[in-house]
């Protein structure tokens, strides 16, 4: 708690000791308080009675009691505070040479980007070669550098760039500075050599006509010639015109 009052000469019209002061008092309000502080007198700070005191002495005391409080308890705290942090730096430089011991031996390690730059050091000791990026269009181009250590010869990245691009919480970041334009994408779309798969194992070849405004070469495979029809419908491929709205349940969740 701290005490508050309004200045009427050489008095204090009120005092109170539970309410907090006003955000425009701002640092008028903090200089204010710390001049009472400095203004009590030895012969306060021996009272027995605070009831004998008048309201403008009360208010210099007990705000010298809390300045007196916080300076011995900041020094206590800040020594507390830099104990803790040597202690988790501790704790993490050994579970770092813990992990390091682990994985060391291993052919392949996988991560996420945002392990990649958390885990900065354990990713600088293993010293990788080889950077195989999953998704590739989905992901910042801040994110991707943090993969890219010293060590590195040869990063592969695997993704759609006509698909989803990366998510940016800020949209003027996305609109006016291209933040959600992945790395991959801008690679692409500048002619950076690369190599585009074109033929797919996935559907029946009825979608392929669909898809070919986007992948103008996709052709399928021999092997999705085999699928089975759909059961109990017409045909493969056909196209529902309803007029029900979408409906939205929780978080987001949008439901047709």
């Known amino acids: 708690p701290s005490i508050y009052g309004k200045k009427i000469d050489e008095g204090v019209e009120s005092v109170s000791f539970d309410k907090a002061p006003k955000e425009s008092e701002g640092k008028l309000g903090s200089i204010r308080r710390r001049k009472l502080a400095q203004n009590c007198d030895a012969n306060l700070t021996k009272t027995a009675d605070?009831?004998?005191?008048?309201?403008?002495?009360?208010?210099?005391?007990?705000?010298?009691?809390?300045?007196?409080?916080?300076?011995?308890?900041?020094?206590?705290?800040?020594?507390?505070?830099?104990?803790?942090?040597?202690?988790?730096?501790?704790?993490?430089?050994?579970?770092?040479?813990?992990?390091?011991?682990?994985?060391?031996?291993?052919?392949?390690?996988?991560?996420?980007?945002?392990?990649?730059?958390?885990?900065?050091?354990?990713?600088?000791?293993?010293?990788?070669?080889?950077?195989?990026?999953?998704?590739?269009?989905e992901i910042l181009e801040a994110n991707l550098l943090a993969t890219l250590t010293p060590s590195v010869k040869h990063l592969i990245m695997i993704g759609d760039h006509?698909?989803?691009?990366?998510?940016?919480?800020?949209?003027?970041?996305?609109?006016?500075y291209h933040f959600d334009r992945s790395m991959f994408e801008r690679l692409v779309t500048n002619n950076y050599p690369h190599v585009t798969l074109e033929f797919q194992r996935r559907f029946r070849p009825e979608?392929?006509?669909?898809?070919?405004?986007y992948y103008p070469n996709l052709q399928s495979m021999p092997t999705v010639e085999k699928y089975k029809p759909s059961r109990h419908l017409p045909k493969n491929l056909f196209f529902w015109s309803h007029l029900s709205w979408e409906e939205k349940r929780g978080s987001g969740v949008v439901i047709n």
């Open 162 to 176: 006509m698909q989803l691009r990366p998510k940016v919480s800020c949209h003027y970041l996305a609109s006016d």
């Open 207 to 213: 979608f392929v006509p669909l898809l070919q405004f």
């Open 50 to 137: 605070l009831r004998h005191l008048r309201p403008e002495s009360r208010a210099k005391l007990v705000q010298f009691w809390l300045d007196t409080y916080y300076q011995r308890t900041s020094v206590s705290f800040t020594e507390a505070a830099n104990e803790y942090h040597r202690i988790c730096q501790q704790i993490k430089d050994r579970n770092s040479t813990f992990y390091h011991e682990i994985l060391k031996s291993a052919k392949v390690v996988g991560m996420t980007t945002t392990g990649a730059a958390i885990h900065q050091q354990l990713l600088l000791s293993l010293q990788p070669s080889v950077i195989i990026v999953e998704e590739a269009c």
